[in-house]
């Protein structure tokens, strides 16, 4: 049976939730990002999106991509997936803003098409715009490609950020997987039991008492989550076990990062 | 054995849909109880009572003497020491395992209870190896599999060592041998000072892993005693939904039975 538009909606998405939040494959191989201590690969690469947001020309904003490029085949990031999941995706949400920016920007015209002009300064503004989302996408999608989940969530531990905001990323992420499967297993299993095609308002209406059960499933698992918490000693109060250590290595790069991320202020600015 | 476990009386409804309807029992320090149910029957609801997460709406529960409200799980001191003493393994796996990896999870009790940082890493290390799950380390436990996720769950409540182990259904979802993996574990502890109540309907299982056993029925305590006492009551067991009349046939015959599952033989 074919699968009607929320059905393919809710599966695209179930896939793209999973695929993105699941880097444990590139984070255990051995690159340049991989062998730092979690911390300063934070600090780094949020360093270095600071940058890319404080830089006001575009050729400073290509050498941080330039940058960028280089620590993901330092760190065995494949450049395929870089293109395809953040590159061209980032393109096309972005061009929706860029591209208007290219006829409404006053400036020198460059070229007329009836009605409409495009200026260099709107040119610029647009490639700026793009630029500088991709690159500071890039430097995060790194961050999470090459570092474990938990490891992200015990550096942010340690530069003081809320334990509740950690404990509530922490268990966004865990149960995120548990409801999209089940939520496929809802659609599967009423797939399985549907004869012929269904029109849209059903479909909308399946759809919607379907949001309905997954919603009272998430109340309710939450709700033993926190039992379950209670049962092994849980006060309101997270405790993590933070076994991170710094080598010269680590100093090293986080020296190069904050080196690179202060020098591309200067120039940019 | 003094006294660990006292119910009199117990009620406890769930938005209103009573769940256990004045059950009473007593349970003493270093026994092996199993509860047996059909699904439905208040076991789960039970174990919960005893773990102190729900609260009995009418009646009394006391642990050790000491009469459980919600008031008294406000005080730290008690409360920690008492998660420190028992300890509950869920039925579903996917609730209790809520960290980002099994290194974690099992971690996440000790942690809680204040554990010197090395304690923990050596209990922890202890844990898994005894579950076998020490390969699985730092393995998200959404990737596991159900048998996978069962032994985590184990681990990170033995890790605690508690005095007081509460089961509720440990080998549902298990392979056979991961199965007899956790009665030989629950054999172990027979005779020493640890009091392990499991909730159950696997009636083959039974005389492994209790030395007294409850049947409940709709939220009460529906009868008591040993193993060999409870196990051969057909009529109890039926009614209790533990077990039903197995029709099969022996080539042109067709005849039924009682479908115990259980050591007992029946003759044709």
């Known amino acids: ?269 | 054995m003094p006294v660990l476990f006292e119910l009199q009386d117990a009620c406890f409804e769930y938005d209103g849909i009573p769940a256990l309807r004045g059950l009473s029992l007593e349970i003493a320090q270093g026994e092996r109880v199993a509860l047996l149910g059909a699904n439905g029957s208040g076991k789960s609801t039970l174990l919960r009572i005893l773990d102190a997460l729900h609260f009995a709406s009418k009646g009394s529960v006391s642990f050790d003497g000491q009469r459980l409200t919600p008031e008294l799980f406000q005080r730290d001191d008690y409360a920690l020491a008492f998660r420190r003493r028992v300890a509950l393994v869920f039925q579903n796996p996917d609730v209790q395992l809520f960290n980002p990896t099994v290194f974690d999870e099992v971690a996440f009790g000790p942690l809680q209870l204040q554990w010197p940082k090395e304690t923990i890493l050596s209990k922890v290390a202890e844990a898994m190896e005894l579950m076998g799950v020490t390969h699985l380390r730092d393995r998200p436990p959404y990737r596991l599999s159900g048998g996978e996720k069962k032994r985590v769950a184990l681990a990170s409540v033995l890790v605690l060592d508690p005095d007081v182990l509460l089961l509720d259904e440990p080998t549902a979802t298990l392979d056979p041998r991961s199965q007899s993996q956790v009665v030989d574990l629950i054999q172990e502890w027979k005779g020493s000072s640890k009091t392990v109540i499991t909730a159950t309907h696997q009636l083959e299982i039974v005389e492994d892993i209790a030395d007294r056993v409850f049947v409940l029925e709709e939220g009460r305590v529906a009868a008591t005693g040993i193993p060999p006492e409870i196990l051969p009551n057909y009529e109890l067991l039926l009614r209790a939904n533990l077990v039903h009349a197995h029709r099969h046939s022996h080539g042109s015959v067709i005849h039924s039975h009682p479908h115990l599952h259980s050591h007992s033989k029946h003759e044709h």
């Open chain 1, 1 to 269: 049976m074919k699968r009607g538009f929320l059905e393919s909606t809710f599966v695209g998405f179930a896939r793209v939730v999973t695929r993105a939040m699941i880097s444990e494959e590139t984070a255990r191989r051995r690159g340049l990002l991989q062998a730092l201590d979690p911390r300063v690969r934070v600090v780094g690469l949020f360093s270095l999106v600071l940058a890319v947001t404080l830089s006001r020309k575009i050729s400073v904003v290509v050498a941080l991509l330039t940058v960028a490029v280089a620590i993901a085949i330092l760190s065995r990031v494949s450049l395929f997936v870089l293109v395809k999941r953040v590159w061209l995706v980032v393109l096309g949400f972005t061009a929706v803003i860029a591209v208007p920016a290219i006829f409404v920007t006053p400036g020198d015209p460059v070229a007329t098409f009836g009605f409409l002009t495009i200026t260099e300064q709107g040119l610029r503004t647009a490639a700026m715009l793009i630029l500088r989302v991709e690159t500071a996408v890039t430097f995060t999608t790194l961050l999470i490609l090459c570092t474990p989940w938990t490891h992200v969530l015990k550096a942010l531990r340690a530069f003081r950020l809320p334990k509740e905001a950690i404990a509530m990323l922490a268990m966004t992420h865990r149960y995120v997987f548990l409801l999209v499967e089940t939520a496929s297993q809802m659609l599967e299993s009423r797939r399985s039991r549907t004869v012929g095609i269904l029109k849209p308002a059903a479909q909308r209406r399946m759809a919607a008492r379907t949001a309905g059960v997954l919603l009272s499933k998430s109340i309710e698992l939450s709700n033993e989550v926190y039992l379950a918490m209670q049962s092994r000693g849980f006060r309101g109060d997270i405790q993590i076990l933070s076994d991170f250590r710094l080598d010269a290595w680590d100093y090293l790069g986080l020296t190069a990062f904050l080196l690179a991320g202060g020098l591309a202020v200067w120039m940019g600015r």
